[in-house]
């Protein structure tokens, strides 16, 4: 029932900045936990940052300081912007979206996810 759209990636050399963007469609997103993974080739998904109904916000600690996850309920969208890039970040960037559940680093505790924007950083 929730459509999730992901847009903003690109190619950046390490040290730029991307700001990633997350629509939302079918039901408005104020009352759900959202949170961003990411996968690189060949790696499982993981973890980057997520942010909850009430505004608490978590990072995995390799995203600390560099990225920042924001959300406009009245505009349906989540964001994530990323400073500092490191090749290491190279990845498909997935957003996510949970109505229940406390353990928000987990797959498991997400609904709907979108499909993906690519994010690759140069050396």
């Known amino acids: 029932q929730v459509q999730l759209v992901e847009s903003g990636g690109g190619l950046v050399q390490a040290g730029g900045s991307l700001r990633l963007s997350c629509a939302a469609s079918g039901r408005t997103l104020s009352s759900y936990t959202m949170g961003w993974f990411r996968q690189a080739p060949g790696k499982e998904r993981e973890f980057a940052a997520a942010i909850t109904w009430s505004a608490f916000t978590y990072y995995t600690d390799s995203v600390k300081g560099r990225f920042t996850i924001s959300r406009d309920n009245a505009k349906n969208t989540v964001f994530l912007q990323m400073n500092s890039l490191k090749p290491e970040d190279t990845a498909v960037y997935y957003c996510?979206?949970?109505?229940?559940?406390?353990?928000?680093?987990?797959?498991?505790?997400?609904?709907?996810w979108g499909q993906g924007t690519q994010v690759t950083v140069s050396s």
């Open positions: 996510a979206a949970a109505l229940y559940g406390s353990n928000w680093s987990s797959e498991a505790n997400y609904n709907y």
